[in-house]
């Protein structure tokens, strides 16, 4: 613990606490639980919830998981969360226990969890260690949410040499529950009683302030700090709450994450509380400095009427899980814990969960710079080279792991634009998720990286027919103690807020991670500034949806495309991967354009007149282009000069990054109707078994096959499996 901080503790207190108590301000007063660095910050995100915004949002930011309303009295509870550091360290338990807690924070609001995706950033994959990490991550996900019986329906993997010493492993989790049936995780009643399910071990045992500081080269000894997860276990809690929700009798819920009871008992029992320590289920003999601290995992706080303690309790012996009664709410405005009579802890709820706020130096630092590569290359074979770098090719190799289809609700698989789930039969309404976020372009120009970001998650949702309905982020940086550092955090969320703003998005919850970054004999090594972001979208009918039922791409359907296309390759993947530069202007941001396209993509997917989509980002036109003709197994003929209306070389029309574009796919006799909606450029038409692409009298040709082999094979081959 930092000495000042212990100094004001005791001196508010008027005395000296012991080591219990210095344990709880340890980790309740981290950067992790406490976002003492970025509190003030996430500010800027309150102007999302506005008039416009907030008619659907049950439960906004301050509890486990925030609930949107879909549709009557049908919600939806949404959250993100990172794992980063165990799963740098252990990296099959950090990644599986990630899953585990965003299952219940879903969970502790009443939700069934029904959905599950993995933001994931690692390092060069040539490296062996970071093969093992992948390996070990992708293995803990899916093993933890495939046993469970919850779909890992979406995700996005990046890598950069910025992640080689902190890979980062982020989740997001939705659950569905019916408004009357929401249970809050913070209580101002007193005399409920408090029952703790699932056992305590020494498993996790200092999680939050692990997570609260750079990794080093001594960090491989912080491995108890992780947690070890039980997936079958988790799957009963999850049955069993569920159960004891409907009995009315639960009056809050928390999930027992970072800084163990002690931070559940204290963020739920505004209050007061008083804690029996001894009835607390144990695995193994604990001192009342572990049980209070303990991370183990699949484990529940629950303030119950009193007088339902035994029925409810009950419910959870049915599933074989451990539960007992140990505590009750007061009104003392205390945490007060006691072992066999003896108070351990006697501390102010207040002084535990409002640490001192700090203010950072921070320093202006744009990396982005202007200039061009002159040097030519092959345009098939740099269409060819891309399809089979880490950030492009595809990830099936890693959602092939994942049971997507579990639960019968996912209508669109992973590997697309966006996952859409059917919610109920009864309606055809359904909902869209996706996940985003470019580092590089966040290192080059932080603000303008996170306006891109939030903009490319909105044109995946619109490639779906889907609405935004809300946003969450996880916000990954370095060490905010460094000026830089902390001048790309204020940037990244500025740049967040005043997307989100600017589509009517609110901003409901979401999670920061500080302290990505290594030291190793001396030298730093910071990650890119990664604010992931997941955007949920609401599909008014999912049979209108490109790719449902007979809504499909066929031979003869004519090309859109929305935008035009600018020199804008300053961190772009062709310059990345062909010549290992991050040159160039980094694509900007029309807000105002970016809405227009979006919401009339979504009406004319509404109307039935768009039978294909593809989002233009990562690799620019030519890239997009070729993953069409992969995703829809047919070929298509494209002429780009009427097009090129900013006469650029061959090679930046094909792969700048622009924001903006969507390829459409339409049937030729709704053609006319389309373009009097939308300010789109026909270039080309559906066709045949090759990319066919003429520019500039060069004419481009790609075998299906062939684009196919290269683009599946490639994760493959850098595991080491062909």
């Not at 351990?344 to 921070?362: F, G, K, M, Q, T």
């Not at 160039?584 to 941001?589: A, H, L, M, N, S």
Request: glycine residues 8%.
């Amino acid at each position: 613990m930092d000495e000042n901080d212990l100094k004001y503790i005791q001196k508010t207190l008027g005395r000296e606490i012991n080591e219990i108590e210095k344990a709880m301000f340890e980790n309740l007063w981290s950067e992790h639980c406490s976002y003492r660095t970025s509190k003030k910050l996430l500010r800027m995100f309150s102007k999302t919830i506005n008039e416009r915004t907030s008619k659907d949002i049950v439960v906004g930011i301050g509890d486990d998981a925030a609930v949107i309303r879909l549709k009557d009295n049908i919600c939806l509870a949404l959250a993100m969360e990172s794992h980063n550091h165990p799963s740098y360290i252990d990296p099959y338990n950090g990644a599986a226990t990630g899953v585990g807690g965003i299952v219940r924070d879903v969970l502790s609001m009443g939700a069934k969890p029904i959905a599950l995706l993995d933001p994931l950033r690692f390092g060069d994959p040539r490296v062996e260690k970071v093969r093992w990490l992948i390996d070990g991550v992708v293995r803990g996900i899916g093993d933890y949410g495939n046993r469970i019986g919850v779909p890992t329906v979406g995700g996005e993997c990046e890598f950069d040499e910025s992640f080689n010493y902190n890979n980062l492993v982020n989740v997001v989790c939705v659950g569905l529950v019916k408004e009357e049936d929401i249970v809050r995780g913070k209580t101002k009643e007193k005399e409920l009683s408090l029952i703790l399910v699932g056992s305590t071990g020494r498993d996790g045992i200092g999680g939050a302030s692990f997570a609260s500081k750079d990794l080093t080269e001594e960090s491989e000894e912080e491995r108890p700090s992780v947690q070890v997860g039980d997936a079958f276990s988790e799957k009963c809690l999850i049955d069993a709450i569920l159960e004891a929700v409907k009995t009315k009798k639960v009056k809050a819920m928390k999930d027992l994450g970072a800084a163990g009871l002690s931070g559940a008992a204290t963020e739920m029992c505004l209050s007061g509380c008083e804690l029996y320590l001894e009835n607390v289920p144990l695995r193994e003999p604990l001192t009342p400095y572990e049980i209070m601290v303990s991370e183990s995992q699949e484990r529940m706080l629950l303030a119950v009427e009193k007088g339902s303690e035994e029925e409810i309790i009950k419910i959870f012996e049915k599933y074989d899980l451990p539960a007992a009664v140990i505590g009750r709410t007061t009104d003392t405005g205390r945490i007060i814990a006691k072992y066999k009579g003896e108070v351990v802890v006697d501390l102010p709820i207040s002084l535990l969960c409002n640490a001192p706020l700090y203010d950072r130096e921070e320093e202006e630092r744009i990396l982005e710079k202007e200039g061009r590569i002159e040097e030519r290359v092959d345009l098939e074979e740099a269409i060819l080279k891309l399809l089979e770098s880490p950030n492009i090719c595809s990830k099936e190799w890693i959602y092939s792991q994942y049971d997507y289809d579990v639960q019968l609700r996912t209508v669109i698989k992973p590997g697309r634009d966006a996952a859409v789930l059917r919610i109920l039969e009864t309606y055809p309404v359904g909902i869209a998720l996706t996940v985003d976020c470019n580092s590089r372009f966040c290192k080059l120009n932080p603000y303008v990286g996170s306006l891109y970001t939030v903009a490319e998650a909105v044109r995946n949702l619109a490639c779906v027919g889907a609405k935004p309905l809300a946003m969450l982020d996880n916000l990954n940086f370095a060490n905010p103690e460094k000026p830089d550092r902390f001048w790309q955090l204020k940037e990244c969320i500025r740049g967040l807020a005043d997307a989100a703003f600017s589509f009517d998005i609110p901003v409901v919850g979401g999670n920061v991670s500080l302290y990505n970054e290594t030291v190793i004999e001396g030298k730093e090594y910071p990650i890119n500034p990664t604010p992931a972001i997941a955007l949920i979208g609401k599909i008014d009918n999912i049979e209108k949806v490109p790719g449902v039922l007979d809504n499909k791409v066929e031979e003869g359907d004519i090309l859109i495309i929305t935008n035009e296309t600018k020199e804008e390759m300053g961190g772009s993947e062709y310059y990345k991967v062909l010549f290992n530069s991050e040159i160039g202007r980094v694509p900007r941001v029309n807000l105002e354009k970016e809405k227009e396209i979006y919401k009339k993509v979504v009406s004319l997917i509404n109307r039935g007149l768009i039978s294909g989509t593809k989002d233009c980002s990562r690799g620019g036109l030519g890239i997009a282009l070729a993953k069409f003709c992969i995703n829809n197994n047919i070929g298509v003929e494209v002429e780009l000069d009427n097009y090129n209306i900013n006469k650029l070389r061959e090679d930046l029309l094909l792969f700048s990054e622009t924001s903006g574009r969507i390829i459409l796919a339409v049937k030729e006799e709704n053609l006319n109707e389309v373009l009097k909606e939308i300010d789109g450029y026909v270039i080309g038409r559906v066709g045949g078994k090759e990319l066919s692409i003429k520019i500039n009298n060069n004419k481009i040709s790609i075998s299906l096959g062939e684009m196919k082999k290269v683009y599946k094979e490639a994760f493959p081959k850098m595991m080491g499996e062909l």
